[in-house]
């Protein structure tokens, strides 16, 4: 190497190209303030006392709820939440069909 050569280039090697390097930026996720329902106990009872396969399912659906509500996730909250709640008066009607049926067969016995 000359020593009468200046480095007046910016990159180390003219050849390389210079990759900028930018802080991390992190995101916090708050709950929501006002949270959606999630219709866990309307869940639980109706997969104990009504229709267990609906019960599970509406179960599921009413913990994604709030698992949403926690990450801050409104719409993906609202749709479980409505999930939920469907497949929750689903099994009560089916329950308390089936509970009548049993009912009717047992009184014409």
């Not at 210079?18 to 995101?27: L, M, N, W």
């Amino acid at each position: 190497m000359d020593p009468s050569q200046s480095f007046s280039h910016t990159r180390p090697y003219p050849e390389q190209s210079v990759v900028g390097v930018q802080p991390a930026v992190f995101v916090t996720v708050a709950p929501l303030a006002y949270a959606v329902p999630d219709y866990l106990g309307y869940s639980i009872f109706t997969m104990l006392c009504c229709c267990l396969p609906l019960g599970i399912a509406a179960l599921i659906y009413s913990c994604s709820t709030r698992d949403a509500n926690y990450r801050g996730q409104r719409e993906l909250a609202e749709r479980n939440s409505k999930t939920a709640l469907v497949l929750n008066h689903i099994g009560l009607g089916i329950g308390l069909v089936v509970i009548v049926l049993m009912i009717i067969i047992q009184m014409t016995k």
